[in-house]
């Protein structure tokens, strides 16, 4: 999160913070996610960062998305027939960026379980609600084991992304 918000603030951009651990996402919640769809609204990239815990994000942006991400805000149903409808995105026109960090290599969470973190999150969450291939997501493989200088590779990365990001606005 630091990486990201040095470079934009490097770059005369504004930035504002969701830190659902700061803001004890876990309470009663009405004023806290009327201001996080606020904040969603109001911006133009949008940075998620996760590690991943039992093949999948942390439980609090789980419920970020499950609260804030709801029909009507960020996507609504499209009927097809009475039995289907597809959803159309609402929040398209935001520049979508997602760091999952992975205790794991990458060898087997790619090949024996099939990337299913990833492949949740974009079909299952972020094609309902900012449209298909409108996202980038990277993924830094064997975290806690790697070394010093590997984890200051993995920032340059993002730090890249960043600037990447900055030029095509």
């Avoid at 201001?35 to 942006?61: G, H």
């Avoid at 999150?121 to 409108?134: I, P």
């Amino acid at each position: 999160m630091l990486t990201i918000q040095e470079t934009l603030l490097a770059n005369n951009e504004e930035v504002q913070i969701i830190d659902v651990y700061r803001d004890s996402f876990l309470r009663p919640r009405t004023e806290l996610t009327k201001r996080y769809k606020d904040l969603v609204t109001w911006s133009e990239r949008i940075y998620f960062i996760s590690p991943v815990w039992w093949f999948r994000l942390t439980p609090r942006l789980e419920t970020f998305f499950d609260e804030v991400f709801t029909p009507g805000y960020a996507y609504n149903f499209i009927p097809i027939t009475k039995m289907y409808a597809y959803p159309k995105p609402l929040l398209a026109d935001k520049k979508v960026r997602t760091y999952l960090t992975h205790g794991a290599p990458a060898l087997p969470i790619l090949t024996l379980y099939l990337n299913s973190v990833k492949l949740r999150l974009v079909m299952g969450v972020y094609s309902f609600v900012f449209g298909w291939f409108k996202t980038k997501t990277r993924q830094f493989w064997s975290v806690p084991f790697v070394s010093h200088e590997k984890r200051l590779v993995y920032l340059s990365r993002v730090k890249k992304d960043v600037l990447s990001d900055l030029r095509k606005a």
